[in-house]
C-alpha cells in the first residue's frame, strides 16, 4: 500500500520559515519524481517544486529564491525548505509521487501552512 505523509505545517509570522517533510512507503522512491503542490482557499491546486529521481529541480516563480526541495532517498522522504513566508503562500500544501515503474501519480493527504501575524 502506497502511503505519502506529510508533516511539518502549521501557523508562522510573515517573513518565518518552516519546513515540510514528506515520507513515503510502497513506493521505489529513488526513482520517483517528488512533487510539492499547494491549493490556496478558491483557487486551483498549483506546482509549487519537483525534484527528479536525478536530483533535478524546478519551482514556480513565486517560490524561486526562498523554497527549496530537497530529497533523502535512504529515509524516502522529500522535504520543502520553505524561508521569507508571505500571508499569500497560506494553503493546504501536498506532496506528490510520479513512479516509473509502474507508472502511477500518489498523492499525500496535505498539511496546512498559515503565515499571519
Known amino acids: 500500500q502506497v502511503q505519502l505523509v506529510e508533516s511539518g505545517g502549521g501557523l508562522v509570522q510573515p517573513g518565518g520559515s518552516l519546513i515540510l517533510s514528506c515520507a513515503a512507503s510502497g513506493i521505489i522512491f529513488s526513482s520517483a519524481d517528488m512533487d510539492w503542490y499547494r491549493q490556496a482557499p478558491g483557487k486551483q491546486r498549483e506546482l509549487v517544486a519537483l525534484i527528479t529521481g536525478g536530483d533535478d529541480t524546478y519551482y514556480a516563480d513565486s517560490v524561486k529564491g526562498r523554497f527549496t526541495i530537497s530529497r533523502d532517498n535512504a529515509k524516502n522522504t522529500v522535504y520543502l525548505q520553505m524561508n521569507s513566508l508571505k500571508p499569500e503562500d497560506t494553503a493546504v500544501y501536498y506532496c506528490?509521487?510520479?513512479?516509473?515503474?509502474?507508472?502511477?501519480?500518489?498523492w499525500g493527504h496535505g498539511t496546512q501552512i498559515n503565515v499571519s501575524s
Open positions: 506528490k509521487a510520479d513512479t516509473w515503474s509502474p507508472r502511477r501519480v500518489y
